[in-house]
Nanobody, 123 residues
C-alpha cells in the first residue's frame, strides 16, 4: 500500500525559505515517478517538479531557479527546497506518486497523493 506524508510547510515572509519533505512508503523514491504539485485557493492543481529514476524534471516555470527537488534513497524521502519565496507561492503542496509513469506534469499520471502541507508566504 502506498502512503505519502508531506511535512515542512508553514508561514514565512517573502524572500524566506522552506524545505518540504515527502516520506514515501510502498514506493521507492530513487526509482519510481514521484512529484510535487501545488494548489492555491480557488485555482487548479499546478505541477511542479518530479523525479523519476533519479532524473528531475520541472513541469512549470514557477520554481525554476528558486526551488530544488531532491531525494534521499536511504530515508526514501523526496524534498523540495524552496528559496526566495514569493506571495504567489502560497498554496497547499502535495506529493504524488505514479504506478506506471507517463507525462510527469499531468495530474492524471499520478495514482497516489499525500494530504498536503500548507505554505503561507506573507509580505
Amino acid at each position: 500500500q502506498v502512503h505519502l506524508v508531506e511535512s515542512g510547510g508553514g508561514s514565512v515572509q517573502a524572500g524566506g525559505s522552506l524545505t518540504l519533505s515527502c516520506v514515501a512508503s510502498g514506493k521507492t523514491v530513487s526509482r519510481d515517478l514521484i512529484a510535487w504539485f501545488r494548489q492555491a485557493p480557488g485555482k487548479e492543481q499546478q505541477a511542479g517538479a518530479s523525479i523519476w529514476g533519479g532524473i528531475s524534471t520541472w513541469s512549470s516555470e514557477y520554481g525554476r531557479g528558486r526551488f530544488t527537488i531532491s531525494q534521499d534513497s536511504v530515508k526514501n524521502t523526496l524534498y523540495l527546497q524552496m528559496n526566495n519565496l514569493k506571495l504567489q507561492d502560497t498554496a497547499t503542496y502535495y506529493c504524488a506518486a505514479s504506478d506506471s509513469g507517463g507525462a510527469v506534469g499531468d495530474v492524471s499520471t499520478y495514482h497516489h497523493w499525500g494530504r498536503g502541507t500548507q505554505v503561507n508566504v506573507s509580505s
